[in-house]
């Protein structure tokens, strides 16, 4: 009986794989096994909504930055937390260290025309030993600096990147998408690892498809990839990439054999309304925060609609929703998801006018706890950050 139940058991494992709707797809496992891959249904379609962090957020916090003539920051366009610290890029061309208080570390300012000089921060990564690797695209190089800004190297890459991401290795990875080059058929590639080495095959039938993003995004000593104009989420590691979850935009995705067609991608996509997914994806255990892209056609011109959803992943519940009032920090001020710092976290810069004009909307104890709560110091003080992580 023991022999015919050790039998039995991994069989019916295997039928229940199998029957399972097509709303659980699988992938198969280096052990010939199945692995369920997540699927998150949006609604693109669902009602507009303005959730409060207290119900979406396990955890929120405030960061003051220290504001000095060596740290004044103008345009804020991208948030990383990394070791502890918080990078900060001016633009595209000043990279700013804080500590997770909020003081200045340092800052990186190498834009120009020099050999040891990047002509833009189009992305950026730190590495163990607080090196910093920039992308520059325009150039098809990284740059490597140490962690005191002294130029260290120079790495030439075949193509035009749009990300890049250090592993706990030391490997460094960029993707360039399906752009059009007969000499590579992976999508993420090596800078320095072994010949050829990648993963993600190119599909040649859709080269050159429109806005070719991505990102990475940092998941432990590992990275999630997103891109768009695919539906599913990779984990990506030395080793290799593996799906973590795919997209299903309430049957209205974009297909392969749509992008593989021959036309013209923006009007076909006006008279279809179908869906494509963007590059910005957060996944906890309750919620999963997503983006999306879809075109319509009004009075004869092209209406691009960026769209972002609150996935309850218990409940299936669907929220378009652009930004939370965040009523653990800010006293119900209005916060953007702006920038994915870790697999469930993200970060977003708060202008100090911005802030001291809806404090002028509160009762006068709680502007001045407000006010208190940033450690307000001056209307010329630099942003606020607020680091909210997904229940």
Same mark, same amino acid.
């Given at each position: 009986?023991?022999?015919?139940?050790?039998?039995?058991? *991994?069989?019916?494992?295997?039928?229940?794989?199998?029957?399972?709707?097509?709303?659980?797809?699988?992938?198969?496992?280096?052990?010939?096994?199945?692995?369920?891959?997540?699927?998150?249904?949006?609604?693109?379609?669902?009602?507009?909504?303005?959730?409060?962090?207290?119900?979406?957020?396990?955890?929120?916090?405030?960061?003051?930055?220290?504001?000095?003539?060596?740290?004044?920051?103008?345009?804020?366009?991208?948030?990383?937390?990394?070791?502890?610290?918080?990078?900060?890029?001016?633009?595209?061309?000043?990279?700013?260290?804080?500590?997770?208080?909020?003081?200045?570390?340092?800052?990186?300012?190498?834009?120009?025309?020099?050999?040891?000089?990047?002509?833009?921060? +189009?992305?950026?990564?730190?590495?163990?030993?607080?090196?910093?690797? #920039?992308?520059?695209?325009?150039?098809?190089?990284?740059? #490597?600096?140490?962690?005191?800004?002294?130029?260290?190297?120079?790495?030439?890459?075949?193509?035009?990147?749009?990300?890049?991401?250090?592993?706990?290795?030391?490997?460094? @990875?960029?993707?360039?998408?399906?752009?059009?080059? *007969?000499?590579?058929?992976?999508?993420?590639?090596?800078?320095?690892?072994?010949?050829?080495?990648?993963?993600?095959?190119?599909?040649?039938?859709?080269?050159?498809?429109?806005?070719?993003?991505? /990102?990475?995004?940092?998941?432990? $000593?590992?990275? #999630? @990839?997103?891109? #768009?104009?695919? +539906?599913?989420?990779?984990?990506?590691?030395?080793?290799?990439?593996?799906?973590?979850?795919?997209?299903?935009?309430?049957? /209205?995705?974009?297909?392969?054999?749509?992008?593989?067609?021959?036309?013209?991608?923006?009007?076909?996509?006006?008279?279809?309304?179908?869906?494509?997914?963007?590059?910005?994806?957060?996944?906890?255990?309750? @919620?999963?925060?997503?983006?999306?892209?879809?075109?319509?056609?009004?009075?004869?011109?092209?209406?691009?609609?960026?769209?972002?959803?609150?996935?309850?992943?218990?409940?299936?519940?669907?929220?378009?929703?652009?930004?939370?009032?965040?009523?653990?920090?800010?006293?119900?001020?209005?916060?953007?998801?702006?920038?994915?710092?870790?697999?469930?976290?993200?970060?977003?810069?708060?202008?100090?006018?911005?802030?001291?004009?809806?404090?002028?909307?509160?009762? *006068?104890?709680?502007? $001045?706890?407000?006010?208190?709560?940033?450690?307000?110091?001056?209307?010329?003080?630099?942003?606020?950050?607020?680091?909210?992580?997904?229940?």
């Amino acid at each position: 009986m023991k022999s015919l139940f050790s039998f039995l058991l *991994p069989l019916a494992s295997i039928l229940i794989a199998l029957l399972t709707p097509s709303c659980s797809p699988h992938s198969s496992t280096s052990d010939g096994g199945l692995t369920v891959i997540p699927i998150v249904h949006v609604d693109v379609d669902a009602p507009m909504s303005v959730p409060k962090t207290s119900e979406v957020l396990k955890d929120a916090r405030i960061i003051s930055l220290e504001t000095s003539d060596d740290c004044l920051l103008n345009r804020i366009t991208s948030i990383k937390t990394i070791n502890g610290s918080l990078y900060i890029r001016e633009r595209r061309t000043t990279l700013y260290q804080f500590d997770g208080q909020g003081h200045f570390l340092s800052s990186l300012s190498k834009c120009g025309a020099g050999p040891e000089e990047y002509v833009n921060i +189009d992305d950026f990564d730190v590495d163990r030993d607080g090196n910093v690797y #920039v992308l520059s695209q325009d150039e098809r190089c990284v740059y #490597v600096y140490d962690k005191n800004g002294a130029f260290r190297d120079k790495l030439t890459i075949d193509g035009y990147a749009t990300s890049l991401c250090v592993m706990a290795d030391g490997k460094i @990875f960029v993707c360039f998408a399906n752009d059009k080059n *007969p000499n590579r058929d992976k999508k993420i590639v090596a800078v320095n690892g072994a010949s050829g080495e990648g993963f993600l095959a190119v599909d040649t039938l859709i080269n050159g498809f429109p806005f070719p993003s991505s /990102r990475f995004v940092r998941d432990g $000593d590992s990275f #999630v @990839f997103s891109e #768009v104009c695919n +539906d599913t989420v990779y984990g990506v590691s030395s080793e290799g990439v593996k799906p973590i979850a795919i997209m299903d935009y309430a049957g /209205r995705s974009v297909s392969v054999d749509f992008l593989r067609s021959e036309h013209d991608f923006i009007h076909a996509l006006s008279q279809s309304g179908l869906v494509y997914a963007y590059d910005e994806f957060l996944d906890a255990d309750t @919620f999963a925060y997503v983006s999306f892209n879809h075109v319509t056609e009004i009075n004869d011109g092209i209406n691009m609609f960026y769209g972002n959803a609150l996935v309850n992943k218990l409940t299936g519940e669907s929220k378009r929703c652009f930004r939370f009032s965040d009523d653990l920090c800010l006293f119900g001020f209005k916060v953007s998801v702006s920038y994915p710092v870790d697999r469930h976290s993200f970060a977003t810069s708060v202008e100090m006018a911005s802030l001291l004009e809806y404090a002028e909307s509160l009762s *006068p104890s709680s502007r $001045d706890s407000l006010l208190a709560r940033i450690n307000y110091q001056g209307e010329d003080q630099n942003s606020v950050i607020l680091i909210g992580t997904l229940k």
